[in-house]
């Protein structure tokens, strides 16, 4: 093989080795470069925009505010007047008299959402007026009003006394209806009536208001399960702080779900934000290359960095809160609301206190939605970054590339040279830095080539290489040693069935086994010694260590046990009979001791490996996993560095120059109580034979 061709295949190995090239880091490098300095420009235009935009939307919810206010009051006022006139007239015409039938029949057509009209007299016999009609249409029985009226005297008794309140009727009728009770000159009055107008008026637009009575009961919201339950919102935090103001109307910024949650569906944000990704991914994919989804993860880390920073009001401690009684503004840190979660949101809240009953009435609007738009500008701004992100990228990585490829070239050359091939014929590109380098690479190896018609090549290989001097040292080790059982019967089968293909075959069923096996000693932190055929060696705390002997011996048991379940599900997956993939038993043999861990070889070929009479005995004892029917094997020193970490089985005793060693079958781990429990649940699961340990000669062995 030509010099070039053993540096095209050096290339290629460098392809492989490199994780990450110097084009693409310098491309990523630059294109994170503009993508932060564009981002941090549109965060702050963001910000200053949403600044005037706040002011917006707290001037515009005080407004809505203020008419939703007015509005309720003309409604309560109008009802209690009409009411009033109407008692005044059937008082004065006689309340049975056909010219009060005639005017309470005219009185109903002109007021079809007043229900029902009730007023005592003091010495004469209270009064309940009923617009059939309103009940008829509803279909709501009349009698209700009667039982209603019969289970509120206290009210009535209140209302002679001069207070005028407001009641949440709506749960006796199971329809929206309202209950003022008031006084006049006479004595006590009430007019029952739907708050139809106010229910849509306040529920229209971003802004929703509600109404509240002065016990804090619900009397008028757009979500018609807080007023049908009968929901009383006193112990909100910010409900109670408004009852005690001094202010007949203010403004702030509060932490709450509230009137935004509530009885409704608690996942409905979630809901909106897998619709938002449903988007991003229908209108972004299609445009966007394999090197784009890397920015899509970059974009959604800077989004919600810019998000955070265009909700800065959260963590300013000081907010702007409007007092129109003193015609002035003030600050007030955010109000948490006592039911506040994981699900509170923020809300701009501006209520006034009615005239009326002591009535408020509340507007909010929730803060995101009050800079949705500012939001979807922004995002649509990220898109056009993201874009021009990934243009520059290309642009830059196609640069780049003028400048890794060359590199690569250089470093698949000293791959050559750490050869010994020092016959290599660059060629410089350009004169540039990497140019000149070049020139420097190609004179140096002409140097050595040189160099090494006169001194050995295998000497200057070791300088350069700089290899370790051959020695050992001594490691208190546990060795494992495993192989497959009847090995040869399976080869010949695969030759008997595949001929000349069998050798292909054969390989991929070995690796496919290798690949788990050598994957649970890596986990565990041993070290794969080598491959014999059909067997695998491997050590714990030789070039590795868990800090003991025992922990050591621990991790190797361990292995094992893995070992065992992964050839287990490999095993269930094979087809029956499969003559291109038979079922693979193993015999596994562990043992520790004091061992000389070195690397052992000559100047072109060395490995890594472990000597010893321990690794002679684990071979032994690997052997004895067949007659002894056991799949995993340990000697008496590792069990005495590890017995009560695993359930074990004492099989035999084995004698080695004159010492008897014991030998014990590794069953599960201590107090697993999943996997088999004895050593015949082993074989039962493994499908492995009891032997006659009588007849069994292991000393043979």
Not at 74 to 100: F, H, P, Q, T, W
Not at 584 to 601: E, F, P, S
Request: with cysteine.
């Amino acid at each position: 093989m030509n010099s070039s061709s053993k540096i095209r295949k050096n290339r290629q190995k460098i392809d492989k080795e490199i994780f990450i090239s110097v084009s693409f880091k310098l491309a990523v490098l630059v294109s994170l470069i503009i993508f932060v300095s564009l981002s941090s420009i549109t965060a702050l235009v963001s910000w200053l925009v949403s600044q005037d935009l706040r002011i917006s939307a707290e001037e515009s919810n005080f407004n809505i505010n203020r008419r939703s206010a007015i509005e309720a009051e003309e409604v309560l006022e109008k009802k209690r007047s009409d009411s009033m006139i109407l008692s005044n007239m059937i008082m004065s015409a006689g309340v049975r008299s056909a010219l009060a039938n005639e005017t309470l029949t005219f009185f109903f057509k002109q007021n079809t959402r007043i229900a029902a009209v009730y007023f005592s007299v003091q010495e004469r016999p209270a009064e309940l007026l009923i617009n059939e009609v309103f009940f008829d249409s509803r279909g709501i029985d009349i009698e209700l009003a009667q039982s209603y009226m019969e289970n509120n005297q206290n009210a009535v008794k209140r209302a002679a006394l001069g207070e005028t309140f407001i009641l949440n009727a709506t749960p006796h009728f199971t329809a929206n209806l309202l209950a003022l009770f008031y006084s006049s000159a006479a004595g006590a009055q009430m007019v029952l009536f739907s708050p139809e107008s106010l229910t849509i008026s306040f529920g229209s637009g971003l802004n929703k208001s509600y109404m509240l009575n002065n016990s804090g009961d619900i009397l008028v919201h757009s979500n018609f399960e807080y007023v049908s339950s009968g929901f009383n919102a006193s112990n909100e935090n910010f409900i109670h702080d408004i009852y005690q103001s001094p202010d007949k109307n203010r403004q702030m910024l509060i932490e709450t779900d509230f009137g935004i949650s509530g009885f409704e569906n608690n996942n409905a944000v979630l809901k909106q934000i897998n619709i938002y990704f449903e988007k991003i991914k229908k209108n972004a994919l299609p445009l966007l290359s394999e090197i784009n989804l890397f920015f899509i993860s970059v974009y959604e880390k800077c989004a919600d960095i810019i998000s955070n920073l265009l909700k800065i009001e959260r963590n300013i401690k000081e907010q702007t809160v409007y007092n129109t009684d003193k015609n002035e503004h003030h600050t007030e840190g955010p109000i948490k609301s006592s039911a506040s979660s994981s699900s509170a949101v923020s809300q701009f809240i501006t209520f006034t206190k009615l005239n009326v009953g002591g009535c408020i009435v509340i507007t909010n609007i929730e803060y995101n939605k009050v800079f949705k738009g500012i939001t979807e500008i922004t995002r649509l701004i990220i898109y056009l970054i993201l874009l021009i992100t990934l243009f520059s990228m290309i642009l830059i990585w196609l640069y780049a590339k003028r400048i890794s490829s060359p590199l690569k070239m250089l470093a698949a050359a000293a791959r050559t040279v750490e050869s010994g091939d020092f016959d290599l014929n660059l060629k410089a590109k350009g004169r540039d830095e990497i140019g000149v380098l070049t020139e420097s690479f190609q004179k140096m190896c002409s140097a050595l080539h040189i160099f090494g018609r006169f001194t050995n090549k295998e000497i200057a290989l070791k300088v350069i290489d700089n290899q370790i001097k051959p020695g050992g040292l001594p490691k208190q080790a546990t060795i494992f040693i495993s192989d497959i059982r009847e090995f040869s019967a399976k080869y010949e089968s695969f030759i008997k069935f595949f001929g000349h293909e069998a050798s292909d075959i054969i390989v991929q069923w070995l690796n496919n086994y290798f690949t788990q096996m050598i994957e649970c000693i890596e986990k565990t932190g041993g070290t794969a010694d080598k491959f014999i055929g059909d067997a695998v060696m491997a050590h714990w705390g030789t070039a590795y260590t868990a800090g003991s002997p025992r922990a050591d011996a621990f991790n190797c048991i361990k292995a094992a046990l893995m070992m065992r379940k992964s050839l287990y599900y490999m095993n269930k997956e094979r087809k029956k009979g499969d003559p291109a993939d038979p079922l693979i038993r193993i015999g596994c043999g562990i043992n520790t001791g004091l061992v000389t861990a070195c690397q052992l070889g000559s100047g072109k070929r060395m490995e890594y490996t472990v000597i010893g009479d321990p690794v002679n005995l684990t071979s032994r004892i690997e052997a004895l996993a067949k007659p002894l029917g056991a799949d995993i094997l340990i000697s008496e020193d590792t069990w005495s560095l590890v017995g009560d970490k695993f359930v074990t089985e004492e099989m035999t005793t084995l004698t080695v120059k004159g010492k008897s060693v014991r030998i014990f079958a590794v069953i599960n781990f201590s107090g697993e109580e999943k996997g088999p429990q004895s050593l015949d649940e082993v074989r039962e699961l493994l499908g492995l034979e009891a032997p006659e340990l009588e007849s069994a000669e292991v000393n043979k062995i």
